[in-house]
């Protein structure tokens, strides 16, 4: 996995950068499948991937909260990603800041013209949430529940994401 392990480096809504730190410690692994790559992104990133073997089908895990980290990710994965690759968000429908993963996705694939199918999303979001969040639980056809007027919800939240997209042939 990468990680800085000193925090957010950034703002992320009114979550201050340093935010989630371990104070620069990286946990011990005990299973040699698993590494950890520490830094920035984009510092460690690119040089990962010029070494990567990625032929087979690939399932990436994307818990980079912030906007430009997601962008960054994405678009650096683009020349990568091959039809059936799943892409796993962790703050797709961030209760906290609904759009930064969700807005560097929709940004990615409107610009690389990328389609993908919804696989899968769990969570509970409120519906008093921006209308950013209501676009998301659209793509995954989940609308807010609405009472017999159909003029006013009649819950407090819709279920969305965690989600797994797969790449479209």
Do not use: C
């Not at 950034?10 to 005990?30: C, F, I, M, N």
């Not at 961030?94 to 996705?105: G, Q, T």
């Amino acid at each position: 996995g990468f990680d800085t392990f000193e925090g957010l480096p950034e703002r992320w809504g009114s979550v201050a950068s340093g935010t989630y730190t371990a104070d620069g410690k990286v946990p011990d692994l005990d299973d040699a499948r698993a590494t950890f790559v520490v830094g920035l992104f984009q510092e460690t990133l690119p040089g990962w991937l010029a070494q990567a073997e990625l032929a087979r089908r690939v399932i990436v895990h994307l818990d980079a909260d912030l906007y430009s980290s997601t962008l960054f990710v994405l678009t650096s994965l683009a020349p990568h990603l091959k039809p059936g690759d799943v892409l796993v968000f962790d703050e797709f429908g961030s209760v906290r800041n609904a759009a930064d993963e969700f807005r560097a996705f929709a940004d990615f694939t409107a610009a690389y013209r990328w389609r993908y199918a919804p696989i899968g999303a769990t969570t509970i979001i409120p519906l008093h949430m921006p209308d950013s969040t209501l676009e998301m639980a659209k793509v995954f056809g989940a609308t807010p529940p609405l009472n017999a007027s159909h003029a006013a919800p009649a819950a407090e939240a819709v279920a969305l994401p965690h989600v797994g997209l797969r790449r479209a042939r």
